[in-house]
């Protein structure tokens, strides 16, 4: 006799993750999708010495740092309740704790991204340094469309996360594959 007991434990975690999961899948395929059009039309890239690249990345990196700098704004106890003005009274709003948390996970995030964007600026040919500049587009909109989801509900910051977290994997994997492979 078989037990149903994981099909059954299965279907529950499912069911009590629906809108997070629809979340994930929207976020994947509408990834694949903004990643597969950028590559497709995205113009080249200019042809950099290997000492010029550092620099052109760390000017790409400008655009994560700014929308922190943002996000930072955000969490200004001046713009939320009188009473969240003390950081220890704990009467932050909604709105304060969910900026917060997208900053901290922004700030999480970024740790990964940046140096991988760096990385690659000098390990990437020539043909295939385009991918950096669409790397922080995307991971751009991923860091908003997260921050707007997650003031809509929290289910919603699935695509932007997932726009985030595929790109620095999709750097990093790229980053190994100079090792293993290169140019």
Do not use: K
């Not at 149903?4 to 499912?14: D, E, F, G, R, T």
């Not at 395929?29 to 620099?55: H, K, M, N, Q």
């Not at 700098?69 to 969240?84: E, G, I, P």
Request: charged share 15%; with cysteine.
């Amino acid at each position: 006799m078989t037990s149903n007991a994981p099909v059954a434990a299965l279907s529950a975690w499912i069911r009590e993750r629906r809108r997070t999961l629809v979340g994930i899948g929207i976020g994947t395929a509408s990834w694949v999708c903004a990643f597969t059009v950028a590559w497709l039309r995205w113009p080249p890239s200019p042809r950099l010495a290997p000492d010029e690249r550092i620099a052109y990345a760390l000017q790409l990196v400008t655009a994560p740092a700014m929308l922190i700098l943002l996000m930072v704004c955000a969490c200004l106890r001046l713009f939320d309740t009188a009473q969240a003005e003390s950081p220890l009274a704990g009467a932050e709003s909604a709105w304060f704790r969910i900026n917060q948390r997208v900053l901290t996970n922004t700030i999480e995030q970024g740790a990964a991204f940046v140096p991988l964007v760096l990385g690659l600026a000098v390990r990437l040919s020539p043909e295939r340094l385009r991918l950096l500049p669409i790397a922080v587009t995307v991971w751009c909109a991923g860091r908003v469309m997260f921050w707007v989801g997650y003031h809509v509900a929290p289910h919603w910051r699935a695509p932007g996360f997932d726009w985030t977290f595929y790109t620095s994997a999709l750097l990093a994997g790229t980053y190994v594959g100079t090792w293993l492979w290169p140019s």
